[in-house]
């Protein structure tokens, strides 16, 4: 499979396109000045303990309080709660983690009001972006993901990555990982650490510790709230979760992040550092590499399907819709049930790549054409879930209910990747009515006088339509003579096809646009 990262960078984002043979598959847009991303560590205070939710709000900084509920705790918390107060007094520099002594793990339904009060500083994690009109979610449960493992304070058990099926692989990555893993540690054995060597799990384990060390050691003095530590820019914590060997290209058009992203992959993987690439041509880059087009056919609620098959998706405040149809995809030699059961299929293949793409969370119910045979919902119940495997988000997949629907969970950790596809009218600007065409010349006219006379303007260039511009050059004597004698300067007048019949545009001499 070929595997591609185009990415576009300008001053106030990063726009991330993963593409898969040539389709694009995920779209990532970050923002140059989000502060709260997920994976970030803040020092946060208590605001309010809220008994009837059993949650409290924490004030991290951001104009909502972020949200934390007993379940988000995570079972160690009372060992980091008494960890991070030592840090906050610097008493931690002679008791390094692995000779703490742990405390005993909360109750899986205890209270939260036993465990945090009003005021209280406390070390969080952001587990979720602020979404709408939400603050952001967090969870004290902190953990370091690296490219071979996770690293988890004030833990020691060791877990596999359940994509890993080999069990003497799974046996030989816990064996190794328990011989090098520090006390107090837990650790999360990634899928690309499969068929790894020690010293690379060991390398991977030294430099979490060490970022565990500076976050401790910066809490000493802090006041909340405050930001201990940030997450990887999303361009290399992606690089970070996807990328593997069987990459063939990165490509990047601008050159501070190409600098960036080739190191950074030069410190992963150093055999792969020649697939970064630095794009210089003129045209955009998401042009070049069809991106663009793909996004305005990809987005949008009428998504259509090369066969003529299309999806109709609708979003609603507690869930997503997504509607199959079959449109003009019918094959007479087929029976009914035939054809149903192959659009399904064709159907769960795009909306496995639109979840993906659109970032779409929380429960998405499917519904798919009726098929009458139970083997037939079987097949594109596990058609489903195979195209689902390739999706990094954790997902759940219920079976077809006996209405043909089809329920799925997905984890939402950001706001949904919506791009508008709709353009407006540039000849109404969404109005429903235009100048009267009559008056064009005259307007023109003006435009001129107004740039030449006073504004001083030297080598202008009018932009119009075809047709305009075969009415303004027509005969001997003609309307673009006439203006050079009138304001005694040679006017440029060039065809744009693209521009509507009455658009026009004005250009200095070195082809920058000039607005009125």
Same mark, same amino acid.
């Given at each position: 499979m070929?595997?591609?990262?185009?990415?576009?960078?300008?001053?106030?984002?990063?726009?991330?396109?993963?593409?898969?043979?040539?389709?694009?598959?995920?779209?990532?847009?970050?923002k140059?000045?989000?502060?709260?991303?997920?994976?970030?560590?803040?020092?946060?205070?208590?605001r309010?303990?809220?008994?009837?939710?059993?949650?409290?709000?924490?004030?991290?900084?951001?104009?909502?309080?972020?949200?934390?509920?007993?379940?988000?705790l995570g079972?160690?918390?009372?060992?980091?709660?008494?960890?991070?107060?030592?840090?906050?007094?610097?008493?931690?520099?002679?008791l390094?983690?692995?000779?703490?002594?742990?405390?005993?793990e909360?109750?899986?339904?205890?209270?939260i009001?036993?465990?945090?009060?009003?005021?209280?500083s406390?070390?969080?994690q952001?587990?979720?972006e602020?979404?709408?009109?939400?603050?952001?979610?967090?969870?004290?449960?902190?953990?370091?993901?690296?490219?071979?493992?996770?690293?988890?304070p004030?833990s020691n058990?060791i877990?596999?990555s359940?994509?890993?099926?080999?069990?003497n692989?799974?046996?030989r990555?816990?064996?190794?990982?328990?011989s090098?893993?520090?006390?107090?540690?837990g650790?999360?054995?990634?899928?690309?650490?499969e068929g790894k060597?020690?010293?690379?799990?060991?390398?991977?384990?030294?430099?979490?510790?060490?970022k565990?060390?500076?976050?401790?050691?910066?809490l000493?003095?802090v006041s909340?709230?405050k930001?201990?530590?940030?997450?990887?820019s999303r361009?290399?914590?992606?690089?970070?979760?996807?990328?593997?060997?069987s990459?063939?290209?990165?490509?990047?058009?601008e050159?501070v992040?190409?600098?960036?992203?080739?190191?950074?992959?030069k410190s992963?993987?150093?055999?792969?550092?020649?697939?970064v690439?630095y794009?210089?041509?003129?045209?955009?880059?998401?042009?070049?590499?069809?991106?663009?087009?793909q996004?305005k056919?990809s987005?949008?609620?009428?998504?259509?399907?090369?066969s003529g098959?299309?999806?109709?998706?609708?979003h609603t405040e507690?869930?997503h819709?997504?509607?199959?149809?079959?449109?003009? *995809?019918i094959? %007479? $030699?087929? #029976?009914?049930? =035939?054809?149903?059961?192959?659009?399904n299929?064709?159907?769960?293949? @795009? !909306?496995?790549?639109?979840?993906?793409?659109?970032?779409?969370?929380?429960?998405?119910?499917?519904?798919?054409i009726?098929?009458?045979?139970?083997?037939?919902?079987?097949?594109?119940f596990?058609?489903?879930?195979?195209?689902?495997?390739?999706?990094?988000?954790?997902?759940?997949?219920?079976?077809?209910?006996?209405?043909g629907?089809?329920?799925i969970?997905?984890? *939402?950790?950001? %706001? $949904?990747? #919506?791009?508008? =596809?709709?353009?407006k009218c540039?000849a109404?600007?969404?109005?429903? @009515? !235009?100048?009267?065409?009559?008056?064009?010349?005259?307007?023109l006219?003006n435009?001129i006088r107004y740039?030449?006379?006073?504004?001083?303007e030297?080598?202008?260039?009018?932009?119009?339509?075809?047709?305009?511009?075969?009415?303004?050059n027509?005969?001997?004597?003609?309307?673009k003579?006439?203006?050079?004698?009138?304001?005694?300067?040679?006017?440029k007048?060039?065809?744009?096809? %693209?521009?509507?019949?009455l658009e026009?545009?004005?250009?200095?001499k070195?082809?920058?646009?000039?607005?009125?």
């Open positions: 070929n595997k591609e990262l185009i990415i576009k960078s300008n001053s106030s984002e990063v726009v991330i396109a993963f593409l898969e043979d040539k389709q694009l598959v995920e779209l990532h847009r970050e140059k000045n989000n502060d709260y991303s997920v994976g970030d560590i803040y020092l946060g205070k208590v309010k303990i809220v008994s009837g939710l059993n949650a409290s709000f924490v004030d991290v900084g951001y104009e909502k309080d972020a949200f934390l509920h007993y379940f988000d079972s160690r918390v009372k060992s980091f709660n008494k960890y991070t107060k030592l840090a906050l007094s610097g008493k931690t520099k002679n390094p983690i692995d000779e703490f002594n742990l405390e005993d909360i109750e899986k339904a205890g209270k009001s036993n465990v945090l009060s009003s005021s209280q406390v070390l969080v952001i587990a979720k602020p979404i709408s009109t939400k603050g952001p979610r967090i969870t004290t449960d902190i953990s370091l993901p690296g490219r071979y493992i996770v690293l988890m004030f058990r877990s596999v359940q994509k890993i099926k080999d069990a692989e799974k046996a990555l816990r064996r190794l990982v328990k090098i893993k520090p006390n107090n540690f650790v999360i054995i990634r899928t690309v650490a060597k020690v010293a690379e799990l060991d390398s991977d384990m030294k430099d979490l510790v060490s565990w060390e500076r976050i401790i050691n910066t000493n003095g909340p709230p930001m201990i530590m940030g997450e990887l361009t290399a914590a992606m690089l970070r979760d996807i990328f593997d060997g990459f063939n290209n990165i490509h990047i058009d050159p992040l190409y600098e960036e992203v080739k190191e950074y992959v992963i993987s150093p055999d792969n550092a020649d697939i690439k794009y210089k041509n003129k045209t955009p880059i998401f042009d070049h590499f069809g991106v663009e087009k996004i056919g987005f949008g609620k009428i998504v259509s399907i090369k098959t299309y999806l109709i998706i609708e507690a869930l819709v997504i509607d199959v149809n079959s449109g003009h *995809r094959k %007479s $030699e087929n #029976n009914q049930e =035939t054809n149903a059961l192959e659009v299929l064709e159907a769960a293949k @795009e !909306i496995a790549r639109q979840l993906r793409l659109r970032d779409m969370g929380g429960i998405i119910v499917v519904d798919f009726d098929m009458l045979e139970a083997a037939n919902r079987r097949k594109l596990e058609q489903m879930k195979e195209e689902m495997k390739k999706d990094r988000a954790k997902h759940n997949i219920l079976p077809p209910s006996k209405f629907l089809v329920q969970t997905r984890q *939402r950790v950001r %706001s $949904e990747t #919506n791009v508008k =596809t709709l353009e540039p109404c600007g969404g109005t429903g @009515e !235009i100048k009267p065409s009559i008056i064009l010349m005259d307007e006219e435009n740039l030449i006379q006073e504004q001083n030297k080598g202008l260039i009018v932009r119009v339509h075809p047709y305009i511009y075969a009415y303004l027509k005969g001997l004597f003609s309307v003579w006439k203006w050079r004698f009138k304001f005694k300067k040679w006017i007048i060039e065809p744009s096809s %693209s521009y509507h019949f026009y545009n004005f250009f200095d070195n082809n920058e646009e000039i607005k009125l």
